[in-house]
């Protein structure tokens, strides 16, 4: 009895082992894949330049919003979608959905209150919506998506039609998801994508625009919008 005790409890101390090489070795290969990426000119793809720089800082609004998404990449909150009466999560604290008006926030525009204007102004296209509430309305992917429609400009929901995505560009999956496209692309050209959708996200700039399905992608131009919707951050 005392040696199939022992011998039950080696095998236990084997297999143990062989899951904590295996969660290490996942890891290193996450991080190591996460490291050969390639960008628009490895594909002689033309980067999209913003015409509007809407927080007046030198750089175009496609890119302060992705270096705005990159930020939160870097950041890494710890993810939780509770409510907050005040609205914003603390800095440590996000999900998909703050990835976006974070992003948008380093661009100079508080997308809250242009969402709740939005909400405000066009009732009908927001027919789930019973009693609106500024504090979680923005943090609500089925309401971004609806904001997005009807006011940025709608691309190609097809990820290896590559020239059509850019960095800073809006993609939004299944309707319950959304995040911000990077400016790094694996080999074949696809864009990676800036999102916080799990507590257990190791990297999130990740090379899967791919993997659900996606049922939107859209990119904000703000010249095309009339300029009394657009709100500034305060």
Sequence with gaps: ????KLSLNRWVIIVLAFLVIALIFFIFKSYLFSKQSYTNKDFEITPVISSVDFNGNGIDDYTDILNGAKLEAKNHPKYDGKYYEEGYPPDDIGVCSDVVWRAFKNAGYCLRDMVDKDITLNPKSYPHIEKPDKNIDFRRVKNLKIFFENHAVKLTNNPYEIFEWQPGDI?????NHIAIVSDKRNKQGLAYIIHHYSLFQLNLEEDSLANPEIT????FDASLINQNFLIKWN
């Design 171 to 175: 993609v939004i999956y299944n309707d």
């Design 1 to 4: 009895m005392r040696f199939k």
């Design 216 to 219: 939107g992608h859209y990119r």
